[in-house]
Every structure is written in C-alpha cells, then in structure tokens.
C-alpha cells in the first residue's frame, strides 16, 4: 500500500514537471522556445510575435494558463 501510494505521488510530481510550458509575456501565445545566449544568460523568443524575452510566464497546468488570458482579455475590454 505504501509503494503504491509513493508510486502515485511520484508520477503526480513527475506529470506536473512534464506539463509546465512557457507563455509569452507580449501576446501569451505558447510558442516560445529557447534562444541563443545561453551561456551568457537564457533568452527565450516567441515564435508568434518574435518577442525575445529574459523571463517568460511559466504556468504548469493548463486550466492555470486558460484562466490568465481569460483575466487578461477582461482587462483589455475595460
């Protein structure tokens, strides 16, 4: 029961580690990949809007990144 228990705990963390992805911080599209200048600092760009960009947003989950752009298009109608 124990094992199985870990077992399940660790593919949660492992699932969770798996689906995280980057969102663009100029039109939060999830097409953003890695840049050059990795060994003077990570750079990302996003291949929608060619914004290159030091931090990206980074959601784990999806419902977390559907909610964002949800709050985000509210804002924009205001």
């Not at 100029?26 to 990302?44: D, E, K, L, N, S």
């Amino acid at each position: 029961m124990l094992r199985s228990t870990m077992r399940c705990l660790l593919l949660e963390r492992l699932e969770a580690l798996i689906m995280s992805f980057r969102v663009c911080i100029a039109c939060h599209g999830i097409r953003v990949y890695p840049y050059v200048g990795f060994m003077t600092g990570q750079r990302y760009q996003c291949q929608d809007c060619l914004e290159i960009m030091v931090i990206p947003l980074e959601f784990e989950k999806e419902e977390d990144y559907r909610a964002f752009v949800g709050a985000m298009a509210e804002d924009d109608e205001e």
